[in-house]
């Protein structure tokens, strides 16, 4: 047996080709464990999150999004409307969240934030929870004002 042989039969299986990230100003690289990407969901307060993390510029951030509920309509009540309106202005002050209104008017939420060092599951443990702790008072009020969330309600 040869030694690439050899070598090749100590390697843990299955044997698989390394991801490729591209990079407009560098070309392909090999995606290391640091670079690529991660996703993974969550449920909170009723609502579902895809989390995130993308490399730019080498660092990684973590962005979460949900789809919360639509934005209630003058005819169902103007006061609702205009407390929910007031609210997203008011979360504007948010240093790693915000909300999203679609032109579908559909309430969004969305958080990030900047992950520090090698991205590791206590890190993005640790990331998520800093934003969903920031997010929280405001999806409270927000459930308050517009009830529940009704699956049939926000968008897929």
Not at 41 to 55: D, I, M, N, Q, W
Not at 72 to 85: D, G, L, T
Not at 107 to 112: D, Q
Request: a positive charge; charged letters at 20%; hydrophobic letters at 45%.
């Amino acid at each position: 047996m040869s030694k690439t042989l050899e070598s090749l039969a100590d390697l843990p299986q299955p044997l698989e080709a390394p991801p490729l990230l591209l990079s407009a100003d560098r070309g392909p690289k090999v995606a290391g464990p640091d670079t690529r990407p991660i996703t993974f969901g969550f449920e909170y307060l009723g609502l579902r999150f895809l989390a995130e993390v993308k490399f730019f510029t080498g660092r990684p951030y973590l962005r979460l999004n949900a789809p919360v509920a639509p934005l209630p309509y003058s005819a169902e009540s103007a006061f609702a409307r205009r407390c929910v309106i007031e609210l997203l202005h008011a979360a504007r002050a948010m240093r790693h969240g915000r909300f999203i209104l679609s032109p579908a008017h559909h309430i969004v939420v969305s958080g990030e934030a900047r992950l520090e060092g090698t991205v590791t599951p206590a890190s993005l443990i640790a990331a998520t929870a800093h934003i969903v702790f920031e997010l929280k008072p405001y999806l409270e009020l927000l459930a308050a004002m517009v009830g529940p969330w009704r699956q049939q309600d926000r968008p897929h």
